[in-house]
């Protein structure tokens, strides 16, 4: 038996020892359990399966073991009660499950923000214009008026950026309201057409459908719409700034810069075509060098046939 | 009683189940191997800077008579033309070949920073018009066939515009031509972007921007559900290898070069410049109404990516009079890979081609 079987077999023996445990307690007490051994064990076995695969393998199985992580948590709360528990509130539960859809969005696609962040995370954005408001007040410094003009830019472009964020973040946060409510009509369109949700993977699919709905219709409103161009427009501001205060540093330390690489991509630019204008001519100059000498060898003929009349 | 009755036992039932197809779906897909872009045999007729020009090759044992016209196939400069040719049972190129058409195809390959200032230009009158000239001249024609994916098709139209007397008759597959109908989320996201201030500071544009921007337009489905069923849907090797070949393709995303990005965006999505008329490339104008060339436009009902609209709005804004629409029901992707297109869409085109 290989490696992996055995990882398989221990894991999915740890899993069948939880369950049974959980469901047994979950007769009993209706209270949430803190710790979740599966889940740790879906890791643990994770961890020992990934490293063999190759990369495009460890992306999309890590996606399908995050996704399962994600539908069996939600489920959970739903589990979490006794048959006989008239109290349970399906309708906080729902709330607490799906409300915040920025954080299921952000655990789908990655990240919440459409261009890759880069050092521009909000730990590094509050540091950022903390450090430089500190470094003004230190008289003397030495920075030049160049200098201090560009980390004052730099700054206005970050809070810019840090306030384009957090109004997008919070069109998920209503995204994710409005989702919950059209996931709990669609629960109760199921109830008055007499059936029932009796499975993870039937509420998971009904909140697919529901979120996706609502967030079809929202994404094409002029409000994300702007939203969407000002998180964009504000973080290529920021690397923008940025790359400008690089390269000045950069100038002055004698290190190539942005320009400099811009300036030879222009040059290769210009030559390439300039290549290619060439050849253009060359095969024109072909085509015409070989009708020439069609013609040529036409001529005679001609001037043969005549002869023979 | 609630309507949400997940009883602990069933929940537990349900992830011991689940987990076991996980294990054995791993197990089939570690199992795999490796995953070939593009399935049916070709030939490099012509290469240029990152460009190739394939010739795929017809089956030796084919008594199918070829259409006598080539067929050049302009893929879109996002993401990679091996989704026309992504398994032997769903290939448009291999039902194309079946069809009876010489078929060629243009792969852009991967544009780097030296490639960051090409224009839709060069794209368009460079390129795509060099590449035309090399089939021809192989072929010993003076026209072709021209059939434009998506993206692709909006350049094709460009340079059938142009080059007319090049062209023998166009296809169109899932193109936009209005891209400012109401339905086109693409289009709606980008209209309040400064598109010179993104070039200006990406240089190119990331695929990842690109990956990115087409999960989000159903992140729900694309980016989560789609794996809570993966499990479902491995029971082979066969469709453990279909499901790979399909994950490869979506993001496997080229860079996009800075300036054509530029010009695509600001004069197609945000001027909506095609249909008025205004698009320019290189100085020249392109005007739909000099497409004097049959067309064929095909489009899927059910495109969350191009909007049928948006395809649609061809009809009646080119010069000729032999225009003919065909709808596809299915989505974006379903009409070069579903089973339903492979039947459908390539004997379509090859008996719409053969007849003209």
Known sequence: MGEQDFLGAEWL???????????????????????????????QWWKSV????????????GKTV???????????????????DESFDWQTAIQQTFGDLRRIIAGITGTMNPVPEDMLSEASIEDSVAYLQRLFTFPGLGLGHRSQAQQREMIARLIDYQKARMDYERFFVDLGNLAVTRLQEKVAEVESGGGRIESARMLYDLWVEASEAVYAEQVMTPDYVRLYGELINSQMAVKLQMRTMLDDSFTALGMPTTRDFRALEQRAYDDRKAIKALQKEMRRGKVSVKKKAAKKRVAPRKRAASRDR | ??????????????????????????????????????VSPREVVYQEDKLTLYRYLPDPESAVQNNETPLLIV?????????????????????????GQE??????????????????DDYVNGYIDRCVDQVCQRNQVDQLNLLGICQGGALSLCYTALHQAKVRNLITMVTPVDFQTQDNMLSAWVQHLDVDLLV????????????????????????????????????????????????????????????????????FYQQNALIKGKVDLGGRRVNLKKITCPVLNIYGEQDHLVPPRASMALKGRIGGSDYTEVAFPGGHIGVYVSGKAQALIPPTIGDWLNQR
């Open chain 1, 13 to 43: 023996a740890a899993q069948r020892d939880f369950w049974e445990h959980w469901s047994a307690q979950t007769k009993a007490s209706n209270e949430r359990q803190t710790d979740n051994p599966w889940e740790a064990a879906l890791d």
């Open chain 1, 50 to 61: 990934a490293p063999a695969a190759p990369e495009l393998m460890q992306e999309l199985l």
């Open chain 1, 66 to 84: 995050a996704q399962a992580k994600q539908l069996f948590q939600m489920a959970e709360l739903f589990a979490r009660r006794s048959d006989d």
């Open chain 2, 1 to 38: 009683m609630a309507p949400i009755d997940i009883k602990p036992e069933q929940l537990a039932e349900e992830v011991e189940g689940y987990s076991r197809k996980l294990h054995a779906g791993v197990e089939r897909l570690l199992g795999v191997g490796e995953i070939e872009a593009g």
């Open chain 2, 75 to 99: 893929y879109a400069l996002v993401n990679r033309p091996y989704m026309t040719d992504i398994q032997e049972d769903r290939s448009t190129i291999k039902s194309l070949l079946a069809a």
């Open chain 2, 103 to 120: 078929v060629y195809l243009i792969d852009w390959g991967y544009p780097d920073s030296v490639d960051r200032l090409l224009t839709l």
């Open chain 2, 200 to 267: 200006e500071t990406q240089g190119n544009i990331p695929g990842e921007f690109l990956n990115w921007t087409f999960l989000a337009l159903k992140p729900f489905t694309l980016g989560g559900q789609k794996y809570v069923h993966l499990l479902d849907s491995l029971d082979d090797d066969e469709r453990a290898k279909n499901f790979l070949r399909m994950e490869k393709w979506i993001f496997d995303s080229p860079d996009q070069a800075g300036e054509a990005f530029r010009q695509f965006i600001k004069q």
